[in-house]
């Protein structure tokens, strides 16, 4: 079986990856320091909920890779 390589859907997918990813530093960021106040979270704890984020990277990646 051979297949080739569709160049613009790769480069759609990983656009959409990028732009994700982008939003999701910036929510996170925005979000963090409001978690932290309502619910007494150290600072500790609020790494642990800033690194969930990091979890779903691969996942995100296999999933669009899917599609290509």
Not at 4 to 12: D, G, M
Not at 17 to 24: F, L, N, Q, S, V
Request: glycine share 8%; net charge positive; proline share 0%.
């Amino acid at each position: 079986m051979t297949q080739s390589i569709n160049r613009s859907r790769l480069l759609v997918a990983s656009c959409f990856g990028i732009i994700t990813t982008a939003m999701i530093f910036a929510i996170r960021a925005g979000v963090l320091t409001q978690l932290g106040t309502e619910f007494n979270l150290t600072s500790k704890e609020l790494g642990y909920v800033n690194q969930m984020a990091f979890l779903g990277f691969s996942h995100r990646y296999d999933f669009w890779w899917s599609f290509i």
